[in-house]
């Protein structure tokens, strides 16, 4: 085992950044699906967001449905 410890060590902390990813990207994908079946607001006027003070989870969102509303009118839903 001596030989190989840095692979282990390697292994578990790949496997941690996976993890995360992976659960990052499955809740990137609930913005997106919302909008495309119609559960979430369609907003057509681009939200502004001043500075740091706007960053928060609801300006966030809109920000999100706005580019997902965009998109999805300027090329369809495919």
Known sequence: MIPYKFNFGASIFFNVLYSLF?????????PVMNVLFKEAEKIYVKP????????DKDSLQKYINYFITNNTENNGAL
């Open 48 to 55: 502004t967001i001043s500075g740091f003070s706007d960053l």
């Open 22 to 30: 992976s659960a990052l990207s499955m809740l990137s994908l609930m």
